[in-house]
């Protein structure tokens, strides 16, 4: 059953591709969004450096143009960009986890839970990327 759910997931995006990085372009930018909203206003990040915060909503905000312009501009040779779209998502993942990790004790909860659901939400897509990413490839091939 999962895996079934999963393949035609997967189906929608080998159709159309752009979907993969619209979704993953307005995750990035809501994610960006709610950093800024709890840092600015709840003051929930006061447990980390603002340089590390402002680090990470600017990343974030990044990698939503690049999602974004590429579902945009992209007419074909997908499967390179969301290869590329995978990389660069496991890398913010890893820093947000080096991040947990070196300050855990001075989190807040609410800001650990964020930072956890967003960890959670970046895997399946950086997933979903993989899959999506290597099934383009072939097709590319056989063309």
């Known amino acids: 059953m999962k895996s079934s759910l999963l393949q035609q997931a997967i189906n929608i995006f080998l159709s159309r591709p752009a979907l993969l990085f619209l979704i993953d372009g307005i995750g990035a930018l809501l994610s960006a969004s709610l950093l800024l909203v709890l840092h600015c206003f709840f003051q929930l990040t006061n447990g980390l450096p603002p ?24 007419k074909r040779h997908h499967s390179r960009y969301l ?12 820093a947000v986890f080096i991040v947990i990790f070196y300050y855990f004790s001075r989190l807040e909860l609410f800001l650990l839970l964020f930072f956890l659901l967003e960890s959670l939400v970046i895997s399946c897509l950086i997933y979903l990327e993989c899959k999506a990413g290597n ?5 590319e091939d056989l063309q």
Not at 83 to 94: D, V
Request: glycine share 8%; charged share 5%; aromatic share 12%.
């Open 51 to 74: 340089t590390i915060v402002y680090t990470l909503i600017g990343v974030a905000f990044v990698l939503s143009a690049f999602s974004l312009t590429s579902g945009w501009l992209l």
């Open 83 to 94: 290869r590329l779209l995978a990389i660069l998502n496991g890398s913010y993942l890893l």
């Open 135 to 139: 099934q383009l490839i072939r097709q």
